[in-house]
């Protein structure tokens, strides 16, 4: 039997990089997967290959800064399949900027899509997995939540809310469900292909990284199968840290090379 057979995982922001590794390992597991994304043909794309590989998937088109999206998202997915077993926040925005020169209206994006939008899903699918008695939740956060990095105040600073709210609401939802955050550092992504692409950054990105390499984004998504697992099923409010050490430096200056 699969880790994760007659199960559902409902992820937010799985179309691409780390969360659509994400959803492809746990429909590997068994798990019937809800891709929701505001990225349509790409979510499709997903559901499609995870449907080609004998898996069961489908997708729902959610803005996550928008509360009657998730609540949409929920809802189709209990109707579908009954339940949420599981459920990733994955959807991340940054912001950089020197704060003397920043407009501080901009970080409201980032705190809507970041914050705002966790907490949505948290309240949104926390109801029905209190009606269900059991659940697990994971938020993905950054190493950028205790590591501060130059120009970065708005991202650093809402990292930095998930790591509590994380905290709160597993004292709150608990113990039928457990609340957790992922902390990953570089990790190959699209986002990030300004500096794979660069070999003079990525040699300097290496030195500051014990691993001397960036993270893979199935790399992530073992780390939140093990999170959304029973093989957690002790562990809530903690946000586990996946980055190659970098945090035991912290981040690199790319200034020259970038």
């Known amino acids: 039997m699969k880790r994760f057979e007659e199960k559902v995982f409902l992820g937010f922001g799985t179309a691409s990089g780390m969360g659509k ?6 429909a590997k597991d068994g798990a019937k997967v809800v891709i929701a994304d ?5 979510g499709e794309k997903v559901v499609q290959e995870i449907i080609a590989e004998g898996g069961e998937a489908i997708f729902i088109p959610v803005d996550c800064t928008q509360e009657k999206d998730i609540i949409k998202a929920a ?4 109707q579908k ?4 077993d599981m459920m990733l926040y994955q959807p991340g925005a940054g912001h950089s900027a020197l704060i003397l020169d920043d407009d501080i209206d901009s970080w409201k994006w980032v705190f809507e899509l970041n914050v705002f939008g966790a907490a949505r899903a948290i309240k949104s699918v926390g109801k029905y997995m ?3 008695g059991k659940g697990a939740i994971v938020v993905t956060s950054s190493i950028n939540s205790f590591v501060p990095v130059k120009e970065n105040a708005a991202y650093c600073s809402s990292k930095g809310a998930i790591a509590q709210l ?3 609401a597993a004292m709150e939802l608990g113990p039928q ?3 957790n955050a992922i902390n990953p550092g570089l990790t190959d992504t699209p986002s990030i292909k300004v500096l794979t692409q660069n070999y003079n950054a990525c040699q300097v990105a290496y030195k500051n990284i014990v691993m001397e390499r960036f993270g893979k984004p199935e790399e992530f998504a073992t780390t939140a199968r093990f999170l959304l697992s029973d093989d957690a099923s002790y562990i809530t409010g903690v946000s586990l840290t996946c ?3 970098i945090s035991l430096y912290g981040y690199p200056d790319l200034s020259e090379v970038l």
């Open 243 to 245: 980055d190659g050490g």
């Open 130 to 132: 209190k009606e269900q």
């Open 166 to 168: 994380v905290k709160v």
């Open 21 to 26: 590794a994400t959803a492809q390992l746990f």
């Open 177 to 179: 469900i457990r609340v």
């Open 38 to 42: 505001l990225q349509n043909s790409q």
């Open 81 to 84: 399949f009954g339940c949420i």
């Open 75 to 78: 809802e189709q997915t209990i």
